[in-house]
């Protein structure tokens, strides 16, 4: 998509001749020369696509598929990706910014260090989480790791302890956050967030009935927290990563930001440029990062979840009676395999189209960081995330209803306590794991998944989406 330049500031797409600034020449640009040392063949081909909105998809399944001969490859992929991403992009920050001042706010709860999770208007603990996380695996909801890690969470005195770390929370209202979490659990958290009044009494008001801390970034002043609070990545990305970099450690820098179409890609780069900024003024061991990948992107699997997919493909009973008469009629196009048959690692691409290329890039910058970070000896937790009803989700009407009717298709979609307290869990095993390579970027990313069932379903999952969507209207919220 083209558009003109309408005096953005900080992080910008270039400009072309004609001064409109092109994020499908940027994607495409960024894709090639991300293939173009291990996929020349790929490279040419994303290079030569005419129409990126709409071809797009086969360009970011070919980024995995080259990376997947070894680690190496992988590794290069991201490496390139990433200095095309920040080579290309345009950053102008402006004359220098009054620093920051931190405000905090010393919650007054008791600490809750006890694993419990929100589930189906219950609060599940010990042998009852225990039993939900068993029916996950049993139901292909999740891979079999994530019970591993749960186990040692719940087993492991200690685990939920956040003492001696400032969690840095990068999109710090987002409903897929931990900050909730890791306020019950006593951290110390520092927030970034847009600079927009609402987000921060709600911020504010948690953290007082906590038993953590708040660490608010604000410009001084005398009016009121909420009003000073808060700063804009985008145009302002320097000033942020300057009071990140002052702040107590070890940190931890969790990255949750969401934007709608390309500012989805300006906000994640910038959040990239700080993590960067901040890592190059501190050890390597000072600092932890930790991302959530979106389950509706393209990842290789491993061959047991395959497996899994081509036996639900064979027991499917209710849908055998209409697999057939579908199939023709769509010309093959609906319930189609989600695999072939002993692929190992598989291809997963649960890719929503209507999400967009500029969702995909945001979330493959994320990936490649994640990749790299940890061949740099940096403590990274990556963990792919079940699809989810947030706000950003239920306002589209269609992928609201194909959630509501996706568990006829054996995938679960999950509430965002569930999905927020869940993957807090899973950062904090990480981090008192150390979080160790299984030794290829597919594998790191495969480890401890809660893909909601998108990897072990029958079917395509683009092949059942609009089926879904039929069956999940009235039910839609």
Same mark, same amino acid.
């Given at each position: 998509?083209?558009?003109?330049?309408?005096?953005?500031?900080?992080?910008?797409?270039?400009? =072309?001749?004609?001064?409109?600034?092109?994020?499908?020449?940027? =994607?495409?640009?960024?894709?090639?020369?991300?293939?173009?040392?291990? @996929?020349?063949?790929?490279?040419?081909?994303?290079?030569?696509?005419?129409?990126?909105?709409?071809?797009?998809?086969?360009?970011?399944?070919?980024?995995?598929?080259?990376?997947?001969?070894?680690?190496?490859?992988?590794?290069?992929?991201?490496?390139?990706?990433?200095? !095309?991403?920040? /080579?290309?992009?345009?950053?102008?920050?402006?004359?220098?910014?009054?620093?920051?001042?931190?405000?905090?706010?010393?919650?007054?709860?008791?600490?809750?260090?006890?694993?419990?999770?929100?589930?189906?208007?219950?609060?599940?603990?010990?042998?009852?989480?225990?039993?939900?996380?068993?029916?996950?695996?049993?139901?292909?909801?999740?891979?079999?790791?994530? /019970?591993?890690?749960?186990?040692?969470?719940?087993?492991?005195?200690?685990?939920?302890?956040?003492?001696?770390?400032?969690? +840095?929370?990068? =999109?710090?209202?987002?409903?897929?956050?931990?900050?909730?979490?890791?306020?019950?659990?006593?951290?110390?958290?520092?927030?970034?967030?847009?600079?927009?009044?609402?987000?921060?009494?709600?911020?504010?008001?948690?953290?007082?009935? !906590?038993?953590?801390?708040?660490? +608010?970034?604000?410009?001084?002043?005398?009016?009121?927290?909420?009003?000073?609070?808060?700063?804009?990545?985008?145009?302002?990305?320097?000033?942020?990563?300057?009071?990140?970099?002052?702040?107590?450690?070890?940190?931890?820098?969790?990255?949750?930001?969401?934007? @709608?179409?390309?500012?989805?890609?300006?906000?994640?780069?910038?959040?990239?440029?700080?993590?960067?900024? +901040?890592?190059?003024?501190?050890?390597?061991?000072?600092?932890?990062?930790?991302?959530?990948?979106?389950?509706?992107?393209?990842?290789? +699997?491993?061959?047991?979840?395959?497996?899994?997919?081509?036996?639900?493909?064979?027991?499917?009973?209710?849908?055998?009676?209409?697999?057939?008469?579908?199939?023709?009629?769509?010309?093959?196009?609906?319930?189609?395999?989600?695999?072939?048959?002993?692929?190992?690692?598989?291809?997963?691409?649960?890719?929503?189209?209507?999400?967009?290329?500029?969702?995909?890039?945001?979330?493959?910058?994320?990936?490649?960081?994640?990749?790299?970070?940890?061949?740099?000896?940096?403590?990274?937790?990556?963990?792919?995330?079940?699809?989810?009803?947030?706000?950003?989700?239920?306002?589209?009407?269609?992928?609201?209803?194909?959630?509501?009717?996706?568990?006829?298709?054996?995938?679960?979609?999950?509430?965002?306590?569930?999905?927020?307290?869940?993957?807090?869990?899973?950062?904090?095993?990480?981090?008192?794991?150390?979080?160790?390579?299984?030794?290829?970027?597919?594998?790191?990313?495969?480890?401890?998944?809660?893909?909601?069932?998108?990897?072990?379903?029958?079917?395509?999952?683009? !092949?059942?989406?609009?089926?879904?969507?039929?069956?999940?209207?009235?039910?839609?919220?």
């Amino acid at each position: 998509m083209a558009g003109p330049d309408r005096d953005q500031r900080g992080i910008t797409f270039p400009a =072309g001749a004609d001064g409109r600034r092109s994020t499908s020449a940027f =994607g495409r640009t960024v894709v090639a020369d991300a293939l173009a040392g291990i @996929d020349p063949v790929g490279a040419a081909a994303a290079n030569r696509e005419t129409n990126w909105r709409q071809g797009y998809l086969e360009h970011f399944r070919r980024l995995v598929e080259a990376g997947l001969p070894s680690a190496d490859a992988a590794l290069r992929i991201a490496t390139d990706g990433l200095g !095309s991403i920040h /080579r290309n992009l345009e950053v102008d920050t402006g004359p220098p910014d009054q620093p920051l001042v931190t405000e905090v706010i010393a919650g007054t709860g008791d600490p809750d260090n006890a694993l419990t999770l929100p589930y189906r208007g219950s609060r599940l603990a010990g042998d009852d989480l225990r039993r939900r996380v068993d029916l996950w695996v049993e139901g292909g909801v999740v891979e079999p790791t994530v /019970r591993d890690a749960v186990e040692q969470v719940l087993h492991t005195r200690g685990s939920l302890d956040p003492h001696g770390r400032t969690f +840095v929370v990068l =999109g710090a209202g987002a409903e897929m956050g931990p900050l909730r979490a890791l306020l019950r659990w006593g951290a110390t958290v520092a927030a970034i967030d847009l600079p927009r009044p609402d987000i921060w009494r709600r911020l504010v008001d948690e953290a007082q009935a !906590s038993p953590g801390r708040l660490l +608010v970034p604000a410009r001084p002043g005398e009016e009121p927290l909420e009003q000073r609070a808060g700063v804009n990545l985008i145009e302002e990305v320097g000033r942020a990563a300057d009071w990140v970099a002052d702040l107590p450690g070890p940190i931890v820098i969790g990255n949750y930001v969401y934007a @709608d179409g390309a500012t989805n890609v300006r906000v994640s780069a910038a959040v990239d440029l700080l993590t960067q900024r +901040v890592r190059g003024q501190r050890p390597t061991d000072d600092v932890a990062l930790a991302f959530l990948a979106t389950p509706t992107d393209v990842f290789a +699997v491993p061959g047991e979840a395959v497996a899994a997919s081509v036996r639900n493909y064979a027991e499917r009973r209710t849908s055998k009676l209409l697999r057939v008469p579908l199939r023709t009629l769509t010309g093959g196009r609906l319930l189609q395999r989600n695999y072939r048959p002993g692929e190992d690692p598989g291809i997963n691409d649960s890719v929503v189209l209507q999400q967009g290329p500029n969702y995909l890039l945001a979330k493959r910058l994320q990936r490649w960081r994640a990749a790299t970070a940890r061949a740099e000896g940096t403590l990274v937790s990556f963990k792919v995330a079940p699809p989810t009803r947030t706000r950003s989700v239920v306002k589209n009407r269609a992928l609201a209803a194909a959630y509501a009717g996706a568990h006829r298709f054996g995938i679960e979609v999950f509430e965002p306590g569930t999905s927020n307290t869940l993957m807090a869990a899973l950062l904090m095993h990480d981090l008192s794991t150390g979080s160790p390579t299984r030794g290829h970027t597919w594998q790191d990313e495969a480890y401890a998944a809660v893909h909601g069932g998108l990897w072990r379903a029958a079917y395509d999952p683009r !092949s059942a989406l609009g089926l879904a969507a039929i069956l999940g209207f009235g039910s839609a919220r």
